[in-house]
């Protein structure tokens, strides 16, 4: 319970009643009206001094008269007659307050006329449309008496207003309701809601001037029961449905004659609420919205916040058209237009000055985005608008959706209340409020042109970003535009229960101001294309951006359409991974984890490991997933050529995961990289074991625990040059590697038959990859580079061999053999005492020139170790000539061969392989990866090898055999 004992009788006082307002000096517009008789006499009855303001003189001469006649004190009332629309008069008005009663403590915006009452397609926006319809208002005059007077009452009277002053503005429930016919007036006054919260934080701070909103229900009156009454008619439903309606939102009942009902509140109760909310009882509170309403439950705003970024994979757009009304921000209307056309849309894009038709045309140009149609449209004049629905009707015959953007971008109007100039104020009200109702209106009356063509269009309006400034004009013109959505869809679903339209529009708003995100416009622009696509379809008016996009959705940016269809995939499944710091391996890692799994990346090299897990978890954190970093785990110093990092390895992966569902065997070595006949029997078993036995052993390990599971999944990482069953493929220089792949491939083929049902094994063999390792790491060369010098060296050295062996026939000896070391062609036997195939040879050498050395030097030292072990292996040379041709050898400079013959010879291999290619292009580490992700999501397939290879052309028959016939045993033994 609060004690309050010690609070003095001063305080205490303020809350009884009496004389509140005792020498308050107040300004009360509308003072003569309905309601404003009502508050004088209250204000008048507190003690205040009362500066009335309406537009009649002798209307208000007459109200004072009857005052005087009651008894109040004229000298406590001034009068002024002006519209406050106009903003010298309410410097007049505040001039007149502050003359006669010396100061200016409360302003009361009253004042305010119903406005045209029409529907929606039929509001008057010029002189001629209202002088047709027989109305005294525009919609812009309405919302300047509305609206645009209380903000100019408000920049008049603010620096005049003591310390500790007060304004109340008067709105209304309606405000916050559907309306039926009232847009021109519910517009405006909804958006003089958002102006008193924002003057109330303008205001509170320095001066600690109150604003607070008084929103009036439906006043118990004659007059409201002929509104009513005219909107039963309107809408064609019983007599007194209207006020039902109304009444049904209430939820206090009210003494009548009757006894207890549901009633309308009095002019009375508003008198009352104001004079509290003038007086000091009310003086904690400001920026407040406070209802006279009988309890009617109506919500503040029809709102709902956007937490997920949209879900564009079953977004389609294909031959849907859209329209997209920019403003002077033509940079943020095109980043609208081309998310839509990401998903398949024609765009048409307005703009309401041709001035920023023409700097969008030539960003459209600058970025290729030919196939957006640029227009321009003034919402404000009818012609312009027709002109554009005749255009996209004559043209596509169906329109799908509409955007419409703000007229000018933040700080335009500035972004202060009461700093705000006339011409502000006016144009504010002319192009934020009064425009986005005027192309409503007359896009409303052209929707008949396509019933029974396409759905109803979805229509989208969208704020500025946030103007990092407190936004208070954004916030006037999202409230503004909320009244006209809701009165819009009212209208159309009323029109079409009556079988007066084929179909209504549900129109939404998309704010974007509470976010400061670097994503903020993505998110809205993709936010727009869903709502396009009608599948989605909000029934909240306002869709808010959520202030922290990344909190809200979980993802730290906007995630790719491959993002929006990975997760889940594999969800709850373990994969362990060699060779997976690099290439293929690291995508396989990072697409499974991306796709849900747990994975255990193994390798060599730790610091590559940290690297990629880093990198990876990064990743995993933008997309949402929790607790990414225990997602991905990582062992290093493993070699999977070596048995016991093999136990280690499945050791780890089985006290981390207890289970594991995916083998990727993807670890292993390029190999040797030399002809057959030059490679050592270590070289040949350092592949097999890294590449072949490694996959052998690994199996043996987990296929146990997966057989125990009863599911699992093993995939050995081949290559194309592993050949097909029934099919070898030559893969010259790489006869170790070539065989550890095809090994692979059969231990695939093989085992499938052992391990199912429960296990699935298959072999993965793509063609060359285009990844680090194909165009090298750091200084190292890549495989073309590298195979490109090896076939130079290969074919300097076989045809230093073939010279040879074409010289021993001639009786070449081994003095002539050994004299090669001498290497330097000028130090080399003359041609005259070579042999013929040798002379000849060096001629060759010496002839080819060249930059590098290869034209001075018959070898380098790789190619003359090669070539002595031949002789040595072939009984030519023995062991310790060997020894003596090495040591006496005098090896090349480097370079040996020319650069640019290097690179050349690199570039036909590359050639090569790209004219073999369907897709003339190799696939990357990541499309391997992902399309594997992919493969391992097929549990029906096992003993097969899937081929990511660009399309390599292959000729496959398993009847050669058959065609060709088996060779001879005299040609095997040729062999």
Known sequence: MNDMSDLSNAVVSQSLTGRRLENKSVILTGAAGSIGRY?????????????????????????VEELSEEGFDADNISTIVGDCADPQVCRDIVDQAVGAFSKLDVLVNNAGAAGPKYTLRDIPFTDVEMRAAGSDQTMFDSAMNLLGAPWNMARAAAAHLTDGGTIVNVSTIFSRTHYYGRIPYVVP??????????????????????????FPGPIESERIDTVFATMDELQNIPPGSTSQEFRDLMITTRKTEDGLDYRYPTPTDVANGIVWLASEESAAVSGHHIEVTNGMQVPAQSRSQLVSWPDKRLEDLTDHVVLILGGSDYEEALTYAERHIKSGAHVLLAFRSLESVGHARSLIQSKGLDEIQLSHLDPLRRESVDRTMQFIDDHFGRLDGVIVLPRKPNGHYGYALCSATDEDVENFVREEVVAPVAFASMFATNMSRWFGKCDPPAITYATNGSDTHGNLLNEVIRASIEALIRGWRHEDETLQTAGELEWAVRPNQLVRYDSEDKDNLTFAADWAATLTNRVRQMDPINLWIPKSIKRATGKESMPTPLMRVLPGLHKGKTAVITGGSLGIGL????????????????????????EARSEIVEELRGIGYPQADTRVSILADIDVGDPKALDALYDRAIELFGNVDFLINNAGISGAEEMVVDMTLADWNRTMEANLISNYSLIRKFGPVMKDKGKGSILNVSSYFGGEKYVAVAYPNRGDYAVSKAGQRVLAEILSRHLGPEIQINALAPGPVDGARLRGLGDAPGLFDRRGRLVLENKRLNQVHKAILSDLKAGLGADTIMALSANEVANLPSSNDLPKALARLVGQVVDAGGAGNSSRFLMHEGIASKLVDRLVNGGILTAEQRTAFMESFVDAPEPFF???ESKKSAAQIESGILNRLHLHKMPTDEQVGLSTVFHLADDIVSGETFHPSGGLKFDRSVTEGELLLPPSQADLNKL
């Open 587 to 610: 995508q396989l890692g990072r697409y499974l984890a991306i796709a849900g799994c747990r994975v255990l990346l193994s390798a060599r090299s730790a610091a590559k490991l940290e």
């Open 898 to 900: 020319d650069l640019e």
């Open 39 to 63: 508050i004088s006499r209250h204000l008048l009855r507190e003690g205040a001094m009362v500066t009335m303001t309406g537009r009649d003189q002798s209307k208000l001469d007459a109200f």
């Open 189 to 214: 006054k909804s958006g003089l809601n958002a102006l008193g919260k924002g003057l109330a934080l303008e205001l509170g701070d320095e001066r600690g001037i109150r604003v607070n909103t008084l």
